[in-house]
């Protein structure tokens, strides 16, 4: 199997994945290809060492980042005043 090609705008969102708690390794596979092993050497070689080194320590053992392993369901949080604050008609419809 071929690695992706990521562009700039790539890497940055799959970090800002990588740092969400909820969002899984398996999310981030399936949008970009990369196991989980992957993404751990495009932190490293991305990040600066320290920062690198937090990210590994708040990840490393955390069930919300493995699908099998969470608890969380697939339901997400919305806020009851999440319409009038950005005044989204659409996404509240029933």
């Not at 949008?31 to 590994?56: C, D, H, N, P």
Request: no cysteine; aromatic share 8%.
């Amino acid at each position: 199997m071929s690695k992706p090609e990521l562009t700039e705008q790539d890497i940055d969102r799959v970090i800002e994945m990588a740092w969400e708690d909820r969002t899984p390794f398996e999310a981030i596979l399936l949008q970009f290809g990369l196991s989980e092993t992957e993404v751990i050497k495009l932190m490293r070689r991305e990040m600066k060492a320290s920062s690198w080194r937090m990210w590994r320590a708040r990840v490393q053992g955390r069930a919300t980042k493995h699908r099998a392993k969470s608890a969380v369901d697939d339901a997400r949080f919305k806020s009851t005043r999440q319409r009038p604050i950005t005044f989204n008609k659409i996404s509240k419809r029933k």
